[in-house]
């Protein structure tokens, strides 16, 4: 049977992503909107209502009056919004995060995809706080680069031609940002961390670095301890790779056209005594970030397979 998919924000960073994804795979059939159409609430409205899978690619507010569309019918949505990260009813699509996630996403009807910067901090910090290698009442510190896609048409627009000076832009310097709630909850923290990001001169691509010092008194392994779980629990994981703490890259690199990708990498990066480690992600925001990840929550829960139509 052919499963009926509606991209609400198809015209978007994130939608155009799926739907390159999405080519070629014929257990689907796009339900698409012509440009007149495809902001008007009633056209979105029917789509929605005979849709198989709806993926949200919308502001939040936008996603929230999506899923309101959607009432009455068995429509299961992906939202890649940050509107439900943490919402009641709502099953986070991180399938390797913990044990039980993926046939969690199977069998959900609401799936909320997960931020592109909490993709990287949480599939760190939250194996090792689960298994105690992390003390969870920890001041975490998030230092994050991104490319500029991460911000939408919006940022993109305003890197490449309203202002093609700007190298380097930190931002959230307010503290606030909408990705905190999200990294503590699910990371099982007690204080949300502190978080700084920034974009860099480049389309695609992020770091996420989480600097420690590694206090045995405080609650915190050592560093090959942290390495040992995090290779142990990703075992076996198709999209993630855990690099060999014996093989410190010399740098990490974020480079203007890196190719697309739906792979996530992490790397344990000791200092020479042991009294401090850096825990890095590496992944594309749009990738295993957004439109990878809606891709493979879509195919996990329509019991395909969960690589298909991905980059590797
Ligand atoms: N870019 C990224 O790396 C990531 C994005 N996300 C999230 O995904 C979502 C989409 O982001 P992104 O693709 O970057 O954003 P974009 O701004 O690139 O795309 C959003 C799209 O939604 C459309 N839109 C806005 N309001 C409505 C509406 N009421 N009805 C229908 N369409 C509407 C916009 O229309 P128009 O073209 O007219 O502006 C645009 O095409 C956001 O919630 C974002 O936070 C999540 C992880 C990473
Ligand atoms: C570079 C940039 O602006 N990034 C966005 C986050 C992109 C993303 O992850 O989208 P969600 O917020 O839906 O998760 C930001 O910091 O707001």
Redesign the pocket.
């Known amino acids: 049977m052919m499963l009926k998919l509606f991209i ?9 992503e799926i739907a390159e994804r999405m080519a070629g795979r014929d257990e689907f059939r796009l339900i698409t909107l012509s440009d007149a159409d ?2 008007s ?1 009633s056209a ?1 409205a029917a789509a929605i209502q005979d849709a198989d899978f709806v993926i ?8 929230r ?2 899923v309101a569309l959607g009432e009455g019918a068995d429509t299961r949505f992906i939202d ?4 439900h990260r943490v919402a009641d009813g709502w099953t986070y699509g991180f399938a390797e995060l913990r044990k039980g996630q993926r046939e969690a996403i199977a069998s959900a009807r609401l799936v909320s ?4 910067y909490p993709t990287g901090f949480l599939a760190l910090v939250a194996p090792l706080v689960a298994e105690d290698l992390l003390p969870a009442d920890h001041g975490f510190i998030v230092n994050a680069v ?2 500029y ?6 940022l ?1 627009q305003r890197m490449q031609v309203d202002a093609p000076e700007i190298g380097f832009r930190a931002y959230a310097l307010g503290l606030e940002h ?1 990705h905190l709630p999200e990294m503590q909850v699910h990371a099982g923290l007690s204080r949300a961390p502190i978080f700084a990001p920034a974009v860099v001169r480049a389309f ?1 691509g992020m770091l996420v670095d989480v600097p420690l010092f590694l206090d045995p008194e405080l609650g915190f392994a050592d560093a090959r301890t942290l390495h040992a779980a995090l290779a142990d629990h990703y075992a076996g994981e198709p999209l993630v790779t855990v690099a060999p703490i014996d093989a410190v890259p010399g740098e990490l690199l974020v480079s203007e056209n890196d190719p697309a990708t739906d792979r996530l990498s992490l790397y344990v990066l000791p200092s020479a005594d042991g009294s401090q480690v850096r825990l890095v992600a590496m992944l594309d ?2 990738g295993k ?3 990878g990840a809606a891709v493979q929550n879509l195919n996990i829960m329509a019991g395909l397979d969960e690589l298909a139509g991905l980059r590797s």
């Open positions: 609400d924000g198809a015209a978007g960073t994130t939608g155009l495809r902001k609430v979105r949200l690619c919308l502001p939040d507010a936008a996603a009056e999506a890649a919004s940050s509107a995809n997960p931020g592109c991104s490319g896609s991460g911000g939408g048409k919006d993109i909408k695609r925001n749009l970030g957004a439109s």
